[in-house]
């Protein structure tokens, strides 16, 4: 779980990235204005990658803190789900509808990945310290998995339920 990819370096982003390339992840960024994306490299250090399949494809976990429902679905049919492999973890850190939550989490399940949806508070400061409390729906297994990440830049990381419980449907 060393190899983390972190798409989207706006406001929460940028730091959220950052804290864990100084945690001692490996972490490569990528941002669709690639300007920014050279920015955090010149702050942080780490890699960044300007195509998104490439920028995931050596990932154990992906955390996404893009913009909002259709930029979410965007960057997973955009490069994400073509260029994961199978068993990584998709973490959703974008403030988002259920219905995307659960779009997402189907369309992730399909490619044989998994997904966390876990939006944040705590605003700007709270991304900068570190300190954010993130709010998850997953898979008990899956959630525990993540959880050493997440604390790297969440001092709260409760798992709520599950974004789609699978053994219902089957
Ligand atoms: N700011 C806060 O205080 C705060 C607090 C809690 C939760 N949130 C939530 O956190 C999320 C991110 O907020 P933010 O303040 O960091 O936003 P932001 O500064 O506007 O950054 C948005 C990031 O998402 C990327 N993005 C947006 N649409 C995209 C698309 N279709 N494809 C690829 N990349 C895309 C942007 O890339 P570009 O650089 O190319 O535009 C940028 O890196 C939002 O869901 C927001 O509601 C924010």
Redesign the pocket.
Known sequence: MNNVTF????????PMAGHLQRAGYHVTVY???IS?ATAWVKHYGGVMSSE?AQSVAQADVICM????D??VI??LQ?GVLEGAKQGTIIVD????SEECAKQACLLAAERGLFFIDA??????A??ENGQ?SIMCGADEAIFALALPILSVYGKLVKRIGVVYDFKLIS
């Open positions: 798409i989207g370096l706006g406001v929460m982003g940028f941002n669709r204005t920014k998104l803190c893009v913009g909002k259709e930029d965007a960057t955009g850190h974008t403030t988002t939006p944040v508070s705590g605003g700007q709270g991304a954010l």
